[in-house]
């Protein structure tokens, strides 16, 4: 029987692996789908705690998505599904629409839809940043809010909404496109 750690215990404690420890939510359910060996093996650590501290089970499938993602990086899915074939061998795309659908529900990653252009994920999420897109090479970087953290937007709102995001998206040429 390997030793219990509570969800609660995982999110402040410094994180070790130990190759006979499993991880149990506070139902006692199992919460990692993966051997943790192997988790130690690929240094996947610090996906693991992200996955678990949001909630989710933990399973290669999802921790090979969210890795693939660095920050500042806006990827479609093929790009994603590539980066996390490298790591896993064989995953079918449906897996990876999946594991990006889990970690978009779970707040892990953002989906951004610039017109036109192919769904984007970032791993930046919750700030309600907004993003410039060049019409050329489609390269999309993130552009920082005015003032805190509220949209820096100013609506003539419909009577009775309440605003929690905004996502706005500037269009323009890259360095390199507008030579
Ligand atoms: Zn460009
Ligand atoms: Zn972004």
């Known amino acids: 029987m390997h030793p219990r750690v509570s969800l609660s215990a995982i999110s402040t404690a410094s ?3 130990d190759a006979d420890l499993a991880f149990y939510d506070d139902a006692g359910i199992t919460n990692v789908g993966i051997s943790v060996a192997k988790l130690e093996r690929f240094g996947w650590e610090e996906g693991t705690r992200r996955i678990i501290d949001a909630g989710l089970r933990v399973t290669k499938q999802r921790l090979a ?6 920050p500042g990086e806006h990827l479609d899915v093929d790009t994603v599904a590539d980066r ?51 019409r050329g090479c489609g390269t999309v970087v993130d552009i920082e ?3 805190g953290d509220v949209p820096c937007l100013d609506p003539t709102l419909p009577t009775g909404f309440v605003v929690e995001a905004a996502e706005v998206t500037w269009w323009g040429y890259c360095p390199d496109c507008a030579r």
């Open 15 to 17: 994180w070790e692996l």
């Open 65 to 70: 998505v969210l890795e693939a993602i660095s």
């Open 145 to 147: 809010k005015a003032i």
């Open 84 to 134: 996390a074939r490298a790591e896993l061998g064989t995953l079918s795309t449906q897996a990876v629409y999946d594991a990006l659908r889990a970690l978009d529900a779970a707040g892990l990653v953002s989906r951004i839809q610039p017109a036109g252009a192919p769904a984007l994920y970032e791993i930046r999420v919750g700030d309600s940043h907004h993003h410039l897109t060049c």
